[in-house]
Structure formats: C-alpha cells, structure tokens
C-alpha cells in the first residue's frame, strides 16, 4: 500500500521559516514526480510546488516562488519543501502527492496518492 506521510508543520511568526518532509513507502519513488499542494479553510486545494522524479525540474506558485523550495532525497524516499519568509495567507493544511507528470500535476492539479498533510499556521 503506498504511504505518504508529512511532518514538519506547525505555527510560526510571519518571517519565519519551516521545513516540511514527505516520506513516501510502497512506491517506485524515483519513477514519480512529486508535489506539495495546500488547503485554507474555505477556500479549493491549490498547488504549490512539483518537482521531477530525477529532482531536475522544479515548478512553483507564483504566490511561493522565491521563498518556497521543493527538493527531494529519492535515497530517502522523501521529499521536501523548505518554506522562508512565511506570510499568514500561507495559512493551510499541506499536502504531499505522487503522481506522473511534474508540469501536469501543477496544472490540473491532480496526482495518484496523496498524504493526509500537516497543519502549517503563520501568525501575524
């Protein structure tokens, strides 16, 4: 059974910084592209941040580029997004995905598994 599993959340100062990991079981994962994707109370899950199954390719948010940075360890099955400069809209519930297709998963922002993700809160 393929397993993701986030940690890494929890609530930070606005300016703050933190470090989210995935770690991914019962998948060939180098064969996947993976992502982050988030959900504010309310509001549609949007994505985030993909990144190719090699780590060479990357794609961003244009709400996140620049601060955000998604990076994977295929050694470690695991997968990263280390989050600066944080703001209180990045408020959500983060999710990692696997799924095919590091510019398709962003696009239509769908993938194969999903993790039940990490609380992320930015105080002001």
């Known amino acids: 059974q393929v397993q993701l599993v986030e940690s890494g959340g929890g609530l930070v100062q606005a300016g703050g910084s933190l470090r989210l990991s995935c770690a991914a079981s019962?998948?060939?994962?180098?064969?996947?592209?993976m992502g982050w994707f988030r959900q504010a109370p309310g509001k549609e899950r949007e994505f985030v941040a993909t990144?190719?199954?090699?780590?060479?390719?990357?794609t961003y948010a244009d709400s996140v580029k620049g601060r955000f940075t998604i990076s994977r360890d295929n050694a470690k099955n695991t997968v990263y997004l280390q989050m600066n400069s944080l703001k209180p809209e990045d408020t959500a519930v983060y999710s990692c995905?696997?799924?095919?297709?590091?510019?398709?998963?962003?696009?239509?922002?769908?993938?194969?598994?999903w993790g039940q993700g990490t609380q992320v809160t930015v105080s002001s």
């Open positions: 990144v190719s199954g090699s780590g060479s390719i990357t």
């Open positions: 995905a696997a799924g095919h297709g590091t510019y398709a998963m962003a696009q239509k922002n769908v993938a194969n598994y």
């Open positions: 019962g998948l060939a994962f180098s064969n996947y592209a």
